[in-house]
């Protein structure tokens, strides 16, 4: 699977709450950098962050990759989201928008994600 393959199975999978779709797609050894939070490091801490993400969470994003570097087994790739979000707790649907670098492993041939991190480039007031 590409990269941009991959990409576009999280997203599919982040708009799903598909947890399972998603941990698939990161490697044996992740670290997820969400905004606002400590790092989650490792594949427990991961799918403990995306438990709560959808448990507060609906997205709704679309994803725009800007640039993909690759070298050797290693690439890094520089997105952009952008949609809408439900608060679920608040019944209140607000904009998305954020930046995102993505860290990808080649692991016995496949693609995954290594390391992700994201900003928001639409702070709520």
Do not use: C
């Amino acid at each position: 699977m590409s990269i941009q393959s991959v990409l576009k199975s999280y997203e599919t999978a982040l708009n799903a709450n598909d947890i399972e779709t998603i941990l698939a797609l990161y490697g044996s050894a992740p670290v997820f950098m969400p905004q606002h939070a400590p790092a989650l490091v490792g594949r427990d801490a991961v799918r403990a962050g995306y438990e709560q993400v959808f448990a507060t969470l609906k997205l709704a994003v679309g994803f725009d990759i800007h640039e993909i570097e690759q070298a050797g087994d290693w690439a890094w790739v520089r997105t952009s989201s952008a949609g809408r979000t439900k608060i679920l707790a608040a019944d209140v649907e607000v904009t998305e928008g954020n930046n995102e670098l993505f860290v990808f492993r080649r692991e016995n041939g496949a693609w995954k994600i290594h390391r992700y991190l994201f900003a928001t480039n639409q702070p709520r007031a």
